[in-house]
C-alpha cells in the first residue's frame, strides 16, 4: 500500500519551530519529488515547499515565496522521511499541511501530485 502519513503538527507561538516529518511507506521516497502543501478552510491548497528526487546529485529545494528563509526541506533516505523544518512561524502560517509525491516539484499544479497524506495541523498563536 503506497502511503504517505504526515506528522508533526501542533500549537506554536508566533516566532517558533516546528519540524513536520513526511514518512513514506511502499515506496521510496528518493525516487519522486516530495512536496509539502497547506490548506486553510475555505482557501485554495498551497504549495509551500518541494524536494525532488533526492537520489539524483542535481536534486532541487523550491520554496513558496512566502515561507523562503523560514522553512527548509530535507530528506532521509535512510528513514524515507521527508522534512520540513519551519522557522520564525507566522500566525498566517496556520494551516493542515500535506505531503504528496509527484515527478516533479511543480508546487503550482497540486493536481500534479498523488499519495496525499491526511494531513498534520499546525496552529502558530500571536
Known amino acids: 500500500q503506497l502511503q504517505l502519513v504526515e506528522s508533526g503538527g501542533g500549537l506554536a507561538q508566533s516566532g517558533g519551530s516546528l519540524r513536520l516529518s513526511c514518512a513514506a511507506s511502499?515506496?521510496?521516497?528518493?525516487?519522486?519529488?516530495i512536496g509539502w502543501f497547506r490548506q486553510v478552510p475555505g482557501k485554495v491548497r498551497e504549495g509551500v515547499s518541494c524536494i525532488s528526487r533526492s537520489d539524483k546529485s542535481d536534486s532541487r529545494k523550491v520554496y513558496a515565496d512566502s515561507v523562503k528563509g523560514r522553512f527548509a526541506i530535507s530528506s532521509d533516505n535512510v528513514k524515507n522521511t521527508v522534512y520540513l523544518q519551519m522557522s520564525r512561524l507566522k500566525p498566517e502560517d496556520t494551516a493542515v499541511y500535506y505531503c504528496?509525491?509527484?515527478?516533479?516539484?511543480?508546487?503550482?499544479?497540486?493536481?500534479?501530485?498523488?499519495?496525499w497524506g491526511q494531513g498534520t495541523q499546525v496552529t502558530v498563536s500571536s
Open positions: 511502499g515506496f521510496a521516497l528518493r525516487y519522486y519529488a
Open positions: 504528496a509525491r509527484s515527478a516533479t516539484c511543480l508546487l503550482a499544479t497540486p493536481e500534479g501530485f498523488s499519495s
